[in-house]
């Protein structure tokens, strides 16, 4: 399996599984409804797990354009894959979004509130205020970033050992589930670009019975912030750490 297609079927699953708990708990007659923040931090952090488990041997799972440029970035990716990484990550992220539509189905219509309906695709700030979002999401990627990179570094794991593998994956849900729980409030978390534009364009062209606008004019939020966060943790653990 080439790594393009690895990241795809990755960020596929990374979505329909995380936008899959948001629609779970917000949605009208789901079974799961009103399940709280807890589950959906949880079912975000299982998510990536799953995803991570999925391709880290094919792509080194990065799921995320923001991971993506930070690797990049420090030389841990060619930057002629950065462009096959991002296509297959966002189209990745549209298909799963599109799963998720199809999975609650029947669900939607029975949903009165567009707002409820658009946050299982995609994030809003519970307070809008550009620059503050905008920093708690760069505040977000920035300890993933650094997290990725310390928390599997060989000091921690043993390459070679099958520690390192086995349990790699399951550390950057742990990581995505701390940040969930701690830093998720103000602006629900995106911290990846593909994460939330790819279900945004999906809310945007699907047929989803009462749903309202997408959210554009706070689209770009979780998409600098992210990128700067990551690109920030790649040049801080670069200098600290080389």
Known sequence: MSPYLAEFIGTAVLVLLGNGVCANV?????????????????????????AVYLT????????????TLAMASIGRLPAAAVPGYVIAQMLGAITGAALVWLSYLQ????TDDSDAIRGCFCTAPAIPHAFSNLLTEAIGTFVLVLGVLVVLSPENLVPGSGFDKGLGPALVGII??????SLGGPTGYAINPARDLGPRIAHAILPI?????????????????PVAGGLAAAGFHHWLWS
């Open 209 to 225: 019975a009462g749903k309202g606008n997408s959210g554009w004019g706070y689209a770009w939020v979780p998409v600098v912030g």
């Open 26 to 50: 917000s949605l009208e007659k789901s079974i799961g409804r009103n399940g709280g923040w807890i589950v959906v931090a949880t079912g975000w952090a299982l998510a990536v797990t799953i």
């Open 176 to 181: 995505v589930w701390s940040i969930g729980l």
């Open 107 to 110: 669900h939607w219509k029975e």
């Open 56 to 67: 880290a041997s094919i792509s080194s799972a990065h799921l995320n354009p923001a991971v």
